[in-house]
């Protein structure tokens, strides 16, 4: 089965620093792979998403997520973090168990921006 | 354009009481997502479908859980006889297509179900 795994359950980085949120993946065949952000009492935003290509991705509100295929990781950057940014992150990847799709989530991870 | 759509934003039952989600998708939306996130965890999917179909229910508990999309109106959760760790946030997704077209999906702002 396809599975995500969020190392952190936090991060904590200072406004205008670089930040970046850890996804590692386990999946048989292509992975394709997805990254939300959720604030709270709302549901989940797209913020970009990882199918074929470049292995650099970028995704809305300035982040971007480099795909690296030997270490099995997506991990999810910006290179200047905003206080505005602190949300709950989740990792997706699509899973096709059963022969339909569906996202499978890792268990998120917390960013908090610190003025 | 209007978003996901999910009513009512919380709602309280009391153990043994049926509770019904609802969900309007985006507008030229037909696939529909539930998923359901417990307190400080990930969303675990329920359900998947469309319009008049369960695609896949391979998420959703074997009991007293059920989930339709009919014609017309809105997708529904129901929940009968509800127990205490049926507490969650239970949200909607849709998508124009299927992920099989890596669509992505949108999700509602979700319905937060408390049992007492």
């Known amino acids: 089965a396809q599975s995500v795994a969020q190392p952190e359950d936090q991060v904590n980085v200072a406004e205008g620093n670089p930040l970046t949120v850890k996804c590692t993946y386990s999946v048989s065949g292509n992975p394709y792979l997805f990254w939300y952000v959720q604030y709270p009492n709302r549901g989940l935003q797209f913020l970009l998403k990882y199918i074929t290509g470049d292995n650099l991705v970028k995704g809305s509100y300035g982040f971007e997520a480099e795909f690296n295929k030997s270490q099995t990781s997506f991990h999810l950057k910006k290179p200047s973090a905003l206080v505005s940014d602190s949300a709950l992150y989740f990792c997706a990847v699509r899973d096709r168990a059963g022969g339909y799709n569906k996202l499978i989530f890792g268990a998120g991870t917390r960013l908090a921006v610190h003025p | 354009n209007a978003g996901v759509m999910q009513n009512p934003r919380h709602l309280v039952r009391r153990r043994g009481q049926e509770a019904r989600l609802r969900c309007s998708p985006m507008k030229g939306h037909s696939h529909v997502y539930w998923y359901r996130q417990l307190p400080e965890e990930g969303l675990k999917f329920m359900v998947y479908l469309q319009k008049e179909n369960i695609i896949d229910e391979s998420g959703m508990p074997k009991e007293r859980f059920s989930a339709e999309f009919p014609k017309e109106g809105p997708s529904i959760l129901r929940i009968q006889q509800v127990v205490r760790g049926d507490s969650a946030a239970y949200f909607c997704?849709?998508?124009?297509?299927?992920?099989?077209?890596?669509?992505?999906?949108?999700f509602g702002d979700g319905t937060r179900l408390s049992i007492l």
């Open positions: 997704a849709s998508s124009p297509g299927s992920l099989a077209n890596n669509q992505p999906q949108h």
